[in-house]
Nanobody, 119 residues
Framework: QVQLVESGGGLVQPGGSLRLSCAAS????????MGWYRQAAGKERELVAA???????DYADSVKGRFTISRDNAKNTVYLQMNSLKPEDTAVYYC?????????????WGQGTQVTVSS
């Protein structure tokens, strides 16, 4: 089993910054990709940012230039640095990990952390 523990969410003013962290643990053979999704009230879940084992990154157009995803393979941890936050960034943010565990590739999700951007 793979467990994901998220931290770093909270309330921030527009223009402020937050850093989300997600640490994976368990019977992991390898992690192929890690990323962040978000779901705002009344909206569908969407990809925010992703990073592969080769450190290739992908961002939603709405966050390019403001958010940075990074990864520490030694710690099985992914981070999302969020700068210049806007009210429309308000959502529950979910960590996602695609990993090999118990000889199978699977997708694993964190519990979600609330990010609220409001004045």
């Amino acid at each position: 089993q793979v467990q994901l523990v998220e931290s770093g969410g909270g309330l921030v003013q527009p223009g402020g910054s937050l850093r989300l962290s997600c640490a994976a643990s368990g019977s992991i053979f390898s992690i192929n990709a890690m990323g962040w999704y978000r779901q705002a009230a009344g909206k569908e879940r969407e990809l925010v940012a992703a990073i592969t084992s080769g450190y290739s990154t992908d961002y939603a157009d709405s966050v390019k230039g403001r958010f940075t995803i990074s990864r520490d393979n030694a710690k099985n941890t992914v981070y999302l640095q969020m700068n210049s936050l806007k009210p429309e960034d308000t959502a529950v943010y979910y960590c996602h990990v695609r990993a090999i565990a118990s000889m199978r590739r699977g997708d694993y999700w964190g519990q979600g952390t609330q990010v609220t951007v409001s004045s």
